[in-house]
Nanobody, 121 residues
């Protein structure tokens, strides 16, 4: 059973920082792209940032220069460092990983349960 577990969300004032973490566990053969998405109330889930196994990164325009995604392959963990937070960053943040389970399974996308980030003005 593969699981992605996020942590690090919370309440912060505008201009503050938070660091999200997401650990993949279970019977995993390999992990490809890992990323963070977010969903604000009444809006669709949107891409925040992704990082490949080779550490290539991609960011939404709205977070470029403020957020940094990174990963630790041996620890099967992806991080999102969020600086200069704005009220419009308020959302539930979801971790995503495209991975191959052990035993020859296909590459499949998995989601975490989400962690709330609230930025007050």
């Amino acid at each position: 059973q593969v699981q992605l577990v996020e942590s690090g969300g919370g309440l912060v004032q505008a201009g503050g920082s938070l660091r999200l973490s997401c650990v993949a566990s279970g019977s995993i053969f390999s992990i490809g792209v890992m990323g963070w998405y977010r969903q604000a109330p009444g809006k669709q889930r949107e891409l925040v940032a992704t990082v490949s196994r080779g550490y290539s990164t991609n960011y939404a325009d709205s977070v470029k220069g403020r957020f940094t995604i990174s990963r630790d392959n041996p620890k099967k963990t992806v991080y999102l460092q969020m600086n200069s937070l704005k009220p419009e960053d308020t959302a539930v943040y979801y971790c995503n990983a495209v991975l191959q389970p052990s035993g020859g399974g296909l590459l499949t996308g998995y989601w975490g349960q989400g962690t709330q980030v609230t930025v007050s003005s």
